[in-house]
DNA sequence: CCTGCTTTAGAATGATCGTTCTCCTACATC
DNA sequence: GATGTAGGAGAACGATCATTCTAAAGCAGG
């Protein structure tokens, strides 16, 4: 019978999610991983093929534990606005909790240092931009209603437009410590969306 | 007298920071700088330091070369929203140059990669942020004029979330290819402004 | 051509990188 | 306690990094 997986295997993962999180791949060396996880070089290439197996596999990991958690009210069944707003309270909470600088979201992070070539980075990016944006598209659906002042096109516009703002927001948690500045921005996208769908004109 | 200097030396910066652009600091190597500038190690290591003074000379030769040009309409005496929509256009402009992805912006994509300790080049970062906020500030203030709907407190707060939106889309850039998507974003983010000068109700 | 200076290509250096390997410890099972 | 195995510590390796150094080439003024 094998082996249960030692203590420091279980965390493994979480520890280089964080690790990579807060600096990102490149910077992050084999030897910071080991430091960070308690885990042998060997011991992380045994569970992964190499360092960048290891980091994809954090970015799916960064889906599980992170984003489905902190979005799950948005993708809640028959979830409004208000489902929003809890959203970004999540992502508050989580920067206060750090006390200090933010460190953003990983994916924005990657997104911005990843090379033109990383094909199958680039995808794993692109796939959790499309949830958060199907995510708001599905809220905005139903708050807009039957008979809503929005078409299904302008939706799918402002709904984009909401995922792009939210990753700049948690860009900019990178550059400072003070948590109203984010609220301010959080407060001032959940009232574009309110008035939008109350039918503000252009 | 001195001589003149070489003309591989003129564009040293200018192809340093497009090089630096595209990838981010810690992935392009002084081979790379060599390879790119036609400058030669030691001429690089004599004009600056080494690479990080390099880097942070590209961080200012960044707003020389392109913010201020791209952001003119904004800054100019008098701007209002339609400066601000020149300035997207710009950036607009520069997305379509580049064919495929775009590379975003260079504050930006330094901002997600930067460690905690790196204080000279954060100092740059938030001094563009600032600049860009108070160039918003100051067209939100214009339009609004002395009777508008918005406080002053309302202005910065919606200064900043617009500098933070524009943020997120040139973060997004380097994940499409489709210019439209982010036309989308910026003229929504051009209708967000404009309603909430009309006055559109929280 | 000679002299003085700038700029070059590229080797040398020491550090660090990702990766692999060996050796040894620690523990489950008998 | 003996045995088998998984995991950890860390050396070893080749590659690449930033940086420095050497030597030669290019060019201006005499």
């Known amino acids: 019978m094998p082996r249960a997986k030692s203590k420091s295997r279980e965390?493994?993962?979480?520890?280089?999610?964080n690790t990579f999180w807060k600096t990102g791949f490149h910077v992050v060396s084999m030897g910071d991983l080991v430091r960070e996880t308690g885990v042998s070089r060997a011991g992380i290439y045994?569970?992964?093929g190499g360092k960048e197996d290891l980091f994809h596999a954090c970015?799916?990991?960064?889906?599980?534990t992170v984003v489905t958690p902190a979005f799950a009210p948005v993708e809640a069944e028959g979830a409004g606005i208000e489902g929003i707003k809890a959203y970004f309270d999540n992502l508050?909470?989580?920067f206060e909790d750090t006390g200090g600088f933010g460190m953003g979201c990983l994916v924005g992070n990657t997104l911005s240092q990843i090379p033109e070539d990383a094909q199958e980075t680039r995808q794993r990016l692109r796939a959790h931009c499309d949830r958060l944006t199907a995510g708001f598209h599905k809220v905005l659906t139903y708050e807009n209603g039957d008979d809503g002042p929005l078409s299904v096109?302008?939706?799918?516009a402002l709904a984009r437009y909401t995922m792009l703002s939210v990753q700049g927001i948690w860009s900019y948690s990178r550059l400072t410590g003070d948590v109203a500045e984010l609220r301010a921005a959080s407060d001032m996208l959940i009232a574009v969306l309110k008035a939008r769908l109350r039918g503000a004109p252009d």
Do not use: C, G
């Not at 096109?153 to 799918?156: K, L, N, P, V, Y």
């Open 59 to 64: 970015l799916d990991r960064y889906q599980d």
């Open 46 to 48: 045994s569970d992964f």
């Open 11 to 17: 965390n493994l993962l979480d520890n280089a999610l």
């Open 92 to 94: 508050l909470a989580r």
């Open 153 to 156: 096109s302008e939706i799918a």
